[in-house]
């Protein structure tokens, strides 16, 4: 009888419990429903996340590639958790449907540990959205078109620079090919791109064997392995306090900055002690040290201009220090890609060739004025973009505010990873994307299709869209066209060329090396004279470069 009695009440406290938690549970489900503006959308779906750890251990060494096989299994946007952060992930339509239609929501960058030892701390592309951000946004942006892209004259200065750069650049090769026949062309090209870049920005060049040069602009790896989507200082930023290979890695990426931001200081310091009111606009930095002094604290009200010293704060540096930084990585290991494709697959070396012979005779050399009747240069170019996805993911993305994407809910300061790779591999847009092929962009009049190369997605969109697109396409174009009509490349056959890479922010080629030989003579290449560069450095601003000066 006892036992019965207790059973029953037992079982009467169960089913008080249970009836106790079911209510509790719905109150917190209606009340996160409420808090939620109404919204019933749960978070995105994902992977199993270990303790501490996360998904950060199933990233591999491609996780571009990763994420996409994650696309297929849970759909375009899913969540993974990196340390103790959740990440979401936006691969195809999500893409376009969060920056672009949903764009100020999701426009922000994340509080990551390395983002703030980037410009110190002032980075316009790795700070987060804010009214004095938009302004500078506007004024580089502005800035970078006027001083290359932007009317007949600038185009044509910029060209100048392009064309006396791959001359110097062709030169060197042809050396290193006589002394050496097989070379690495990698330090090569970035110490190029850099020197155009800096033609652009500081008005003047350096030389290819420059130590204090090759030291500033000579470790773009590091650099964008510690800035990637996924790396590991970022999402488990505990390690930096203890001896290991991340804390080792993370102090060298600090003093790269540090060298990098000083080397930027000495620049603008040097411009603004030789500017004179009312002369001519010499570069870059004088227009950034114009248009910004002009705008006072950007335009920002006072309200909003927190934390900003009287006179206001000096954006100049870190400005100009982003447009230099963010062009010669991404540029540098654009033509990396390049060289490689074009010794890689002769017959398409071969075809480049054909068409610029068909256009350009040997009697000048190509310009931007070719560009329209020379539909596969820029197939190929776009083909290379495509194909690498030498950004695979942009650089992380952040919340500003709650917000929904495909019917999930994702709260505000959420990380948010752009899969630029899904898109060019999308097999839903590509016929066989994993075959490397140019005549995939060409009509079968050999027309460009406009409309198909607008599929490539490698300069981001929206927001935080690529402030350099049209710089870009105008240097690779220049030296892709101007490559294949003056010289022929191959391969170390001892050493042939590989598509794998190492992953970071931007995607590098495994180290390969090539031989060059004229195709003709450099006779007319020889001919151009170059523009003269101010070398504000030196302080002999205004003055014409020697003539066939081409290395300080
Ligand atoms: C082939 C060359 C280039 C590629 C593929 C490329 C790609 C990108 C990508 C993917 C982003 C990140 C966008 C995002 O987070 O959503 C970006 C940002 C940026 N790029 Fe480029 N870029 C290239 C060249 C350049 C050049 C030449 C410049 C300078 C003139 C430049 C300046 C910037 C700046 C300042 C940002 C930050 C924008 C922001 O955060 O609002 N880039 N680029």
């Not at 009467?12 to 109404?38: E, K, M, N």
């Not at 204090?212 to 488990?236: L, Y």
Request: one cysteine or more; glycine letters at 6%; aromatic letters at 10%.
């Amino acid at each position: 009888m006892m036992n019965a009695a207790t059973e029953d009440a037992d079982r009467t406290l169960a089913r008080t419990l249970l009836v106790a938690s079911v209510t509790f549970l719905c109150a917190l489900h209606v009340w996160r429903r409420l808090r939620g503006g109404g919204s019933a959308a749960a978070g995105p779906p994902g992977p199993f996340a270990w303790p501490l750890v996360g998904n950060a251990a199933q990233l591999g060494a491609a996780p571009h590639v990763y994420f996409a096989r994650l696309a297929k299994k849970y759909g375009d946007v899913f969540q993974i958790r990196l340390g103790r952060r959740a990440v979401v992930v936006l691969n195809g339509a999500a893409i376009k449907q969060a920056l672009v239609k949903q764009g100020p929501a999701f426009a922000g960058r994340p509080d990551f540990t390395s983002f703030h030892c980037v410009s110190n701390g002032d980075s316009l592309a790795f700070g987060t959205a804010t009214p004095r951000w938009r302004t500078r946004r506007r004024v580089a942006q502005a800035t970078v078109r006027a001083a290359s892209t932007g009317d007949a004259h600038t185009r044509c200065a910029f060209q100048n620079h392009i064309v006396c750069e791959v001359r110097a650049l062709l030169r060197l090769f042809l050396e290193e090919t006589r002394r050496r026949r097989y070379f690495q062309p990698a330090l090569y090209l970035v110490v190029s791109t850099a020197n155009i870049m800096s033609a652009v920005c500081f008005g003047r060049r350096y030389a290819y064997d420059d130590a204090e040069f090759r030291h500033v602009v000579g470790r773009n790896d590091q650099f964008t392995r510690t800035v990637g989507a996924g790396s590991v200082v970022d999402v488990m930023p505990w390690l930096q306090y203890f001896p290991n290979p991340v804390k080792t890695m993370f102090q060298n990426f600090k003093s790269l900055n540090r060298e990098f931001s000083l080397f930027i200081g000495a620049k603008v310091a040097q411009h603004r002690e030789t500017l004179r009111p009312g002369a001519a606009v010499r570069d870059m930095t004088d227009a950034f040290i114009l248009a910004m002094d002009r705008l006072g604290d950007l335009g920002v009200p006072p309200a909003a201009a927190e934390g900003v010293p009287p006179g206001g704060k000096d954006y100049v540096a870190a400005t100009i220090g982003d447009v230099f930084g963010a062009s010669q990585d991404t540029l540098s290991t654009a033509l990396q890609w390049i060289v490689l494709f074009l010794v890689r697959l002769p017959d398409i070396q071969r075809r480049l060739q054909e068409e610029v012979d068909k256009v350009v005779d040997r009697e000048r050399i190509p310009s931007m004025e070719d560009q329209q009747r020379l539909p596969y240069v820029m197939a190929f170019i776009y083909e290379v973009m495509r194909y690498t996805s030498f950004v695979p993911l942009t650089i992380p993305h952040s919340t500003m505010t709650d917000t929904t994407i495909m019917g999930y809910s994702v709260p505000k300061d959420t990380v948010v990873f752009v899969n630029q790779w899904s898109m060019n591999w999308d097999q839903d847009i590509w016929t066989q994307p994993d075959s490397f092929d140019p005549e995939r962009f060409l009509y079968p009049d050999g027309s460009l299709n406009k409309d198909l190369v607008g599929n490539v997605l490698i300069f981001s969109q929206g927001k935080r869209r690529c402030i350099g697109e049209d710089l870009s396409k105008m240097q690779l174009f220049l030296f892709t066209s101007l490559l294949a009509h003056q010289c022929h490349m191959s391969s170390d056959p001892a050493n042939p060329p590989q598509t794998g890479f190492t992953y970071g922010l931007t995607l590098k080629p495994l180290p390969f090396s090539i031989a060059v030989k004229l195709r003709d003579s450099m006779s007319v290449l020889e001919r151009v004279k170059s523009l003269p560069l101010n070398r504000t450095a030196e302080g002999t601003t205004g003055q014409p470069e020697p003539e066939g000066h081409s290395e300080n």
